[in-house]
């Protein structure tokens, strides 16, 4: 009996203890240690999950750069190299629509930066990209616009020299500028690798790439006789002044136009560097170029009806800030009907009057203002946008 109450005892003590454990150690499970056991399992699961995406992340990069087959990653350092000294162009012109009131109009081209000096660097694009424009503008690198100056062009070489100031650039943040090398056209062979990088659509750089289909020869186009490199690069509105590189990253050709006819696909043309860069240099060499500094457009025949004039005139639409006929006193609106005695019925008439005077010398301009004949006096300057 003794013996069955010790055990009994035994049991009820053991009860107890286990059952403080158990009461201690259940909260203590619950509140600390299971925590802490997902808390760790969690900071694991998001380790492995880490893990996981960079090496992910590292398998696609090297996988992307595994797809680029030689070739590719070559092109891909041609166009890295070139594109920087290619420039976006945009031109602003005036002109008039059927009710002969004056608006502005927009165009787009590329041009290539071929030269720097301690204050400017110069551009190579098309003469027809920059002719008959009031203002070109040019954006490197994708950098806010600034204002180019015409230092000279050749439209029967379908050629252009513009130059911006360092200062301009700097002012819009390109500190430094990529000069484009030249490379010899006639060293081109039929077959040969070549991009055409320029300003497509006025869309920013874009590249095209093709094959050179002829060696260089002399071709027709719009009445000008041009000696270029035939592609099948793709060259669209835009690219006109781009440049057309070949395998080693250097200018082969300044890109011009594209043959665009219904059953023809595929042909474009460049302008040859062999015939361009002597021709650059001639162009950098161009002696001073005189400015009135006045934006024209013809008059119509209605117009000059309305003002009793013979024939059509022109009328001033933009006199440029710090000009010669801004010093001169000429106005917006003012209709130019002789200079330096002669009369003057359009536009072309009056810039080639100009163009045979000097640099500083004083011309005589009469206008037609508010229905009375004024008569003016301009001391010619440098032209700078005169384009």
């Known amino acids: 009996m003794k013996k069955a109450i010790k055990q009994f005892t035994k049991l009820v003590v053991l009860g107890c203890v286990m059952g403080g454990v158990i009461g201690f150690a259940q909260p203590f499970a619950t509140g600390y240690v299971i925590p802490k056991i ?29 797809n680029l087959d030689e070739a590719s990653k070559n092109t891909v350092e041609l166009i890295k190299k070139v594109k920087p000294a290619v420039v976006c162009i945009t031109t602003k012109a005036t002109s008039r629509d059927w009710f002969n009131q004056v608006y502005e109009t927009e165009g787009a081209g590329s041009g290539v930066i071929f030269h720097e000096d301690e204050n400017n ?75 055409a990088i320029g300003n497509a659509l006025g869309h920013g750089n874009t590249a095209t790439a093709g094959i050179v289909s002829t060696l260089p020869k002399e071709v027709s186009i719009q009445g000008k006789k041009l000696t270029v490199v035939q592609t099948d690069a793709a060259i669209n509105p835009g690219n006109s002044g781009g440049a057309l590189i070949n395998s080693k990253g250097q200018v082969i050709g300044i890109n011009t136009a594209k043959l665009a006819i219904t059953e023809v696909e595929g042909v474009g043309y460049a302008i040859a560097s062999d015939v361009a860069k002597p021709m650059i240099e001639s162009l950098m060499n161009t002696s001073e170029t005189p400015a009135l500094g006045v934006s024209v457009v013809d008059l119509s025949e209605q117009e000059a009806k309305y003002y009793g004039l013979p024939q059509a005139g022109v009328v001033i639409s933009q006199v440029y800030r710090g000009s010669a006929a801004e010093s001169a006193g000429l106005e917006t609106g003012d209709i130019v009907t002789a200079f330096n005695g002669s009369p003057v019925f359009t536009a072309d008439q009056l810039i080639s009057a100009i163009k045979n005077c000097k640099v500083g010398e004083s011309v005589g301009v009469t206008v037609i203002r508010d229905g009375k004949t004024i008569q003016k006096t301009a001391k010619l300057t440098k032209a700078q946008t005169n384009f």
């Open 38 to 66: 997902q808390e760790s399992r969690t900071a694991a699961a998001d380790e492995a999950e880490q893990s996981d995406n960079f090496d992910t992340d590292e398998k696609i990069n090297v996988q992307n750069t595994a």
């Open 121 to 195: 660097v110069y551009i190579v694009t098309n003469a027809h990209v920059v002719s008959g424009a009031s203002e070109v503008l040019i954006s490197v690198s994708e950098s806010d616009l600034v204002s180019a100056s015409l230092v000279g062009k050749d439209v029967n070489a379908d050629l252009a020299v513009i130059s911006v100031t360092k200062a301009d650039l700097k002012s819009v943040g390109i500190t430094g500028v990529t000069i484009a090398e030249f490379g010899s056209s006639s060293s081109l062979q039929m077959g040969e690798s070549v991009i």
